[in-house]
């Protein structure tokens, strides 16, 4: 597929980053967007996308997303508007080797779908003793050193970590869980734990690993993320680092901002998550910081196969698939919380690759045309058949969405559009 | 969200737990059971109401007692009784919970007697039957991780009403380990439907949810403030590694603080029962003197758990 002229005509043009909200069309080519607004001179569309009454927007960049099976996954990215995505260091073999970023980079490549940015792992098999070799993983083309999801008990070992990391001005990411206070826990410690009799995951977990993580990070000056909050107290602590002049950022994954607890109903292995679903106190608190701009939105797309859900709740794998549902779930809590379509749209475009420090999230001309058309009320219903990624474990399956993609332009191809496969 | 163990049309198609069933189910079941106390005062000891079918005891995790009590049921109903001790076999080899189901089920079984460690295992079984469209097989939860123990719970309320004649004036209290007890949980939501007058739990915090009190029971750390005025007193079995994790420091401090004895006792109602699920820990929740009482009716509860898991495998099985 090579790049071409692309006109896409008739929609209306949301740049977050740029506070543009108007009817316009963009004129791509040579990969880049080349105009926006009035036609160039010299221009001439080999293809015309019709975008009327549709909203044109940046590519979305996706914080956090595991891939299981490259060419579904990357296949149902695309498919969701997502252009760009950074994939956690807890893979098979973990990424702690320069070859093996090296090797995912160049089949992510191959395939020319969406962009995948590899978070390296921040210690050797990720087993929180030794560092790994991050100049050499950065080189290799890791953004970011993390733990996913596993621990580092021993402190020191995670300010030597960040200090080394500030040393080349490499962004460290965690995900703020105490191991041993959320150990064996499975759920939210709150009313329906304490009635389905499931071991429980406190809020101090969070809170007590976001307090020792922000003290470092203050005392080493490290470039830091927080991923996956999953508390009201949780996003307070990060306000106040904020207040302090700590500059940190943080994400939610999407399926907090619309599910609680409450949501396990009878053992469902489907609203497993990690970190838990919390209550709906908490859910309330995360919308709100979305809201206000504090913390970004990732899908967390966790492939499960169905053998890893059939199981005893306490058993199950915890995630959920999130790639093609980003979107339309964030529009849903837009049009729930009453927020402007482009602030909701800074959250999953500008403001991740801000995060990530790379070159997307915004629509100007000169810049690499990655791009979104979706249909901001088109109504659709998620089955196995309409979800592009391999594994299908979503608690939303068989739910109805609103807002669908109907083309997305990676580097200036049209790597999905609606109706063809 | 519909509760998977009630049909289409309400009626009881598993019993997966006591939380979500109707009061006239519960006192449906009691009812049932206490025409079937007297199969058991019989010579001969059986009823041909599951002649023919299967009962199968799926035991995931060990429990004796238990499954000879579900086992006798079965067996005064004229069922095949199956005793599979999974935690040894398929299990073992690397087969899942629902592979195991679908042999069984192809081996004709009717009804499954389930225990298992984890907190709902008996649900996936229960909604995995709806799914392949076999709603002629019956799920018993026979105690599931810290969920729920429904007959235990309906067998303590059996024994209740047995010796207290009515719910709605009764102050009951739960003492002990309730944080990993099942038989608390079902015991709370039991009494709860029933319309017991006060619900209390007494422990330390380490063993009581942090929110319990959403259950619907007053909550003590002391038990003498906790036990005084009770007219029902049920204690809960001290598991012995719960004194190997930071919970408790030793078993003797536990029965200075926790230990039913005769002085503690003395703070109830003059003519308070004291029931336990067995079996016990003398000198550990419980002392001798209490557990040898005429105050303690802990046998009369093993008795009337027969008729009680009689009575609901026969409602299960549509008699």
Redesign the interface.
């Given at each position: 597929m090579q790049a071409e002229n692309i006109h896409i005509r008739g929609g209306r043009l949301i740049d977050p980053k740029n506070g543009i909200d108007r009817q316009a069309d963009v004129f791509v080519a040579a990969g880049k967007v080349r105009a926006i607004g009035e036609t160039p001179a010299d221009f001439s569309a080999a293809r015309v996308i019709d975008a009327a009454g549709c909203v044109v927007c940046p590519g979305l960049v996706d914080l956090s997303a595991r891939l299981s099976t490259l060419d579904s996954d990357l296949a149902a990215a695309v498919a969701g508007g997502i252009t760009a995505l950074a994939c956690p260091p807890d893979t098979q073999p973990p990424l702690d080797e320069p070859g093996l970023v090296e090797q995912l980079v160049r089949q992510a490549e191959s395939l020319g779908l969406a962009r995948v940015f590899p978070i390296g792992a921040l210690t050797r098999q990720l087993a929180g003793e030794r560092l790994s070799e991050t100049v050499s993983l950065s080189r290799a083309g890791c953004i970011a050193f993390s733990q996913a999801t596993r621990p580092i008990f021993d402190t020191q070992v995670l300010l030597r970590a960040m200090q080394y990391a500030a040393t080349f001005g490499h962004a460290v990411r965690l995900q703020p869980q105490d191991h041993y206070l959320a150990r064996h826990g499975v759920a939210h410690?709150?009313?329906i734990?304490?009635?389905?009799?499931?071991?429980?995951i406190?809020v101090c977990a969070e809170t007590v690993a976001l307090s020792t993580a922000l003290n470092l990070a203050f005392d080493t000056g490290v470039r830091l993320h927080l991923s996956k909050l999953s508390s009201a107290a949780g996003v307070e602590l990060i306000r106040q680092a904020r207040a302090r002049g700590l500059e940190v950022s943080c994400d939610v994954a999407i399926h907090h901002l619309h599910l609680a607890d409450e949501d396990i109903?009878?053992?469902d292995g489907h609203a497993r998550f990690d970190p838990p679903l919390r209550s709906a106190e908490d859910r309330a608190g995360l919308r709100a910081a979305v809201a206000e701009g504090l913390v970004a939105v990732c899908s967390d797309h966790t492939p499960v196969g169905e053998?890893g859900k059939?199981?005893?709740?306490?058993?199950t794998s915890p995630g959920a698939v999130g790639l093609e549902l980003l979107l339309p779930l964030l529009l849903r809590w837009a049009r729930e919380d009453e927020v402007p379509l482009a602030a909701a749209l800074a959250r999953v475009t500008c403001d991740p690759a801000a995060i990530l420090g790379i070159e997307a999230g915004s629509l100007e001309a000169g810049h690499r045309a990655d791009l979104c058309v979706f249909a901001p009320d088109e109504p659709w219903r998620v089955t196995a058949a309409t979800l592009r990624s391999r594994e299908k474990n979503t608690p939303f399956l068989g739910g109805e969405m609103i807002g669908r993609v109907r083309a997305t332009l990676v580097g200036g191809r049209a790597v999905y559009e609606a109706g063809q496969t | 969200m519909p509760d998977p163990q009630l049909g289409a049309d309400g009626r009881l198609n598993h019993l997966l737990s006591i939380d979500g069933l109707p009061p006239d189910t519960l006192t449906h079941i009691l009812d049932t059971a206490s025409s079937f106390l007297k199969v058991s005062d019989r010579e001969v000891k059986k009823v041909p109401l599951l002649r023919g079918k299967s009962v199968f005891n799926l035991f995931f995790e060990n429990s004796t007692r238990t499954r000879t009590t579900f086992e006798i049921a079965a067996k005064r109903l004229s069922a095949d009784v199956i005793n599979l001790d999974v935690g040894r076999s398929s299990t073992a080899k690397g087969e899942t919970l629902l592979d195991t189901i679908d042999n069984l089920v192809a081996m004709h079984a009717d009804m499954f007697v389930v225990r298992h460690a984890s907190s709902g295992a008996p649900y996936l079984i229960a909604k995995h039957l709806r799914r392949v469209g076999r709603k002629d097989v019956h799920v018993i939860n026979a105690g599931d991780g810290r969920h729920s123990h429904p007959t235990q719970g309906l067998l303590d309320m059996y024994t209740i009403r047995h010796f207290k004649r009515d719910f709605s004036g009764l102050t009951v209290v739960i003492v002990g380990d309730v944080l990993h007890s099942r038989v608390a949980r079902s015991d709370i939501h039991a009494l709860r439907i029933l319309g017991a007058g006060e619900i209390r739990v007494v422990g330390p915090k380490t063993l009581l949810p942090s929110v319990i009190e959403h259950l619907g029971v007053r909550v003590f750390n002391d038990l003498a403030e906790g036990i005084r005025g009770c007219d029902v007193v049920i204690m809960l079995r001290l598991q012995n590694e719960r004194m190997n994790g930071a919970l408790l420091p030793s078993a003797g401090e536990y029965f200075q603080c926790y230990g039913l004895t005769p002085r503690i006792l003395s703070l109830a109602r003059p003519d308070a029962i004291v029931m336990h699920p067995g079996p016990m820990n003398r000198g550990v929740e419980i002392d001798s003197a209490v557990a040898d009482s005429p105050r303690a009716v802990i046998l009369s509860q093993v008795t009337f758990g027969i008729a009680v898991r009689m009575a609901v495998m026969s409602i299960l099985a549509g008699n």
């Open positions: 410690d709150g009313r734990a304490a009635r389905l009799g499931l071991a429980v406190p109903g009878y053992f053998d059939q199981l005893p709740f306490d058993e | -």
